[in-house]
């Protein structure tokens, strides 16, 4: 079995939905380590929407915090310091979709990141979505996870920027999964028909 940990060149770029697509693809399971805000619709239950297969478990989070924030910040107004030695991913004999928050670098305390979260047999998939400074943040992202040896590959997010994405490709030399449209909107099915055609690439 198989974890891949989703993590993103910043936040907003499409992680929870390629999440969600390649936890379909896999029938895996999904584990959302730190959520900041949002605790009536968190990434988990956005998630478990998407999702049509009966196979998947949602896994709870390890922190669940009240302000949507950088989770060192959201951990210190609920009056906790976040423990990366309490965040470990739960037991099962299924494939593991790992949701980060925000990039690599994100603060999870005062020294250490969710870079520090991410095991070294993880297969590590960035999500990269155009916009002005993204060729900056996806090198940065790859160039960071290759340097500790991750197995690292993108999937693109949006509209297509073919002189982006060329020069993303060209310098970063690690495979493309392929890309998740700008849709009017991501249901099941939406998700379902991009869960057959990234199968064959995980």
Known sequence: MKTYFITGISTDVGKTVASAIITEALEADYWKPVQAGELDNCDTKKVERLVSNSKSKF?????????????????EIDGITIDIKTIKP????????IE???????????TETIFDIIQPDYKVIVVSRHY???INHTLLTVQALKNKGFDVSIIFSGDEHNTTEDIIKKM?????LGRIDEEPYFDKNVVKAYAELFKDKL
């Open 59 to 75: 896994h709870p989070n390890a922190y669940a915090l009240k302000t949507p924030m950088s989770p060192h910040g959201a951990a």
């Open 100 to 110: 980060g928050a925000g990039g690599l670098l994100v603060p999870l305390n005062n």
């Open 90 to 97: 739960p037991k099962t004999k299924n494939n593991l979709v």
């Open 172 to 176: 970063t030399q690690v495979p493309i």
């Open 132 to 134: 002005l400074g993204s």
